[in-house]
Structure formats: C-alpha cells, structure tokens
C-alpha cells in the first residue's frame, strides 16, 4: 500500500489501515451488449483500478471515505440483508450492493473502515462501477473471513450490482476478477468462467475517452435497461415462430447449434423492424467473438480489427448505442491506421478502443488526443495493458 494511501486512512478513521483490496476496470475488446443475453464476451483487464484500504470493526458500521473526497463525500451505512440505498446516482450504492449479497448470501455481519481511491475513469464506459463492487466485495469477504472462489465472485458480484437498477450482465465483474497480465479474458456464462487469452506483444490497444459522459444511473439506465427487454423480446418472438419448433430456448445454444444466416433469416421475417436489428446485433456478435478469439490465436491482427469494425458498426445500426462523438473518434483511429476500432462499454457516449502495431500505436494516440470531441483531461487517451486480475495485499 502505497503512504500517500495510509496516511489518508490515518487522517481518516485515527488509525492504520490493515489490508488493501484493488480491482480493475476493463476494457471490453469484443462482445458488446450481449453478456446479459448469456453469450460469450473478450474484455480484458487494465491497469487502472479501484483500491481500497481498509480495517474491519467490531460491529456492522461500514465507514467510506473516498480520496477525491470533493466529488465523493464520506458515506457510513450498516451491513445487512435490507441496506436502503442512497439517492439515484450516489457513489456509495455500489458498496451497499455487495455489501447487502455478502449479508443475504455468506451471513457477513462484520463492517469496516474503508478508504477508496482509484484511476478508473468514471462513466466512461470502463467499468469503475464493477471495480467498485469487486474491490468492496473482495474487502468485506476478507473482514467476514470467507473464503470465496473467484467465480463464485464473479457470480455474486455480478448479481449484487443489479442493486443499482440496471439489469447488467457478468462481463464487468468477471474481468475485473479474472484478469491475467498480457492477456484477454473470454468470459463465459452459465456457469461463469474465466479463461485467459494471451495477446500477442506486438498488439497494442489504445483507449480515447469522449467528452460525453455516460451516467448509468442517469439516462443511460433506461436506455440500457430497454436493450435488455428488447432482447428478451427478440428470442421470445423467434422462439414463437412455427419454422423455430424444436430449437433450442436460450441464445448461447442457438448460436451453437443453428446457423447465422438461418437465425438472421427466420428473424428478419417473424420481427418487427426494431426487433430484427436488435436479434441481428446479438447473433453477429456472438459469432465475432467466437471469430475473433480464433484470430487471436492465431495472431490475425488484420481480422481482429476487421471484426472490431463490423461490431462497432452492428452497434451503431442495429443496436443504436453510438452517438456522433464515438462515430468520430472511431473514424479518426482508422484514418490514422489502426485496424480497428469500435465503442467500448454500454455506449451512448464513453470511450472507443483501437487496435494498432505497437510500433504504430503513437500516431493513433496523436490523432485521437488532437480531436475536438475526446474528453480534454491528460488521460483522455491511454495505452491499455492487459492487467491482472483483483487481488487482496497489505
Ligand atoms: P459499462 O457500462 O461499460 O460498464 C455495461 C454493463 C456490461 C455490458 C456492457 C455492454 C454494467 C455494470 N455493465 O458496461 O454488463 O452489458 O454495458 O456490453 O452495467
């Protein structure tokens, strides 16, 4: 733990900080808005993370103080299995998430002094928020004294955040957990699984932040939240199709074991227009990912970006989660020849990822920092690094 991080926690709570717990954001490569439909997803873990210092008490207070205390002020709240949350929007509602799933789900009765600090950018599509559970979690499990395995974490953390009314899926929490340095994460579900894909060295991910902020708890919620009905639509009315008896019932099964063209073509006829995009986007994603996993082991950079493209695109017509800014910072990597780029996160606003050479990665960065609509703070734009995944120290 670094001193700067103690001597907060002195000046804080009068006393040392015992341990230290720090979770990842991500950055998610390919897979997008089809998690929460049980397909397989390719994030990856990065440097920047959530950490928290902390000391368990005696009782069940849990105390936080966050070190960027003038935008998240001091919150105090008591562990159990009915935590009221804060106000829509409130930084503490995402320690209250697992705090209440370790109460209802382990009995854990213990609280804690915590102080919360980080470099994962918010509401940027970069999944502090999940950093925020994972690395709460992680901390009060250790308090509690359980002894959990990572995908019993994954699973919990990713149910705890639905505290915050949005209906999301398990990519966050399970590459925030799973993480392995110099590697991608494919995160399966139903059970979830984590399993590490290397990334060649000469891959470079380059990350640039728009100036649009997307707020989950904001607009971004309903907008999310009707993805995810218009999705549980989509199958329901294909699965209702008389051509689509003796399919099988969820999606991951129908992208295993009917073909692409098959599902688009039996869709694009049963749904409304909506509907059939909607369907269209999950199941070309769903087969991009399978793609692109195989082109990274085989170190296909060019088909890596390819698909990165087509799945920015299927957001953007067939999803419609981009927005002017993302479109923008997405055609000015490629301009400046990366071979791919696409929105990463949720979307409505956020950040994009490219894909270049290592050797090529400055001159993306340039022309993404240059443009009018990246976010004008010095980590706009960043090199991403596969990190490893959250961890427990002192
Ligand atoms: P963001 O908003 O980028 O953290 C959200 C969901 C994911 C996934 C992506 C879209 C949360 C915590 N996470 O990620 O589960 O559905 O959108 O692929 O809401």
Redesign the pocket.
Known sequence: MESATRDAFERAFGRPPVRAARAPGRV?LIG??I??CGLAVLPMAIERAVRIAFVARPDARVRLVNADGARFGPREFDLSTAIDPAPRGDWSNYARAAAQALAREHGARCGIDALVAGDVPPAA?L?S??ALVVACTLALSEANGIDARREMLMDLCARA?HYVG?E??G??QAASLGGQAGCAVLVEFDPVRATPVPIPAEWQFVVARSAVGVE?SGRAREA?NARVAECRAALAGVRAAPAARGWPSTWRALVADIEEQRLLALSSTTLDGLLSRRFRHVVTEGFRVQRAVRALERADAAEFGRLMDLSHASLRDDFEVSCPELEALTAAARAAGALGARLT??GFG?AIVALTRADEAGRIESALRAHPVAARDHDAVFRASAAAGASLGS
Request: glycine letters at 20%; charged letters at 25%; aromatic letters at 10%.
């Open positions: 998610n997008e808005h998690d929460y599509g999944s928020s999940s955040e949005v999301s899926g990519m966050d989950k999310y996160g949720a956020g």
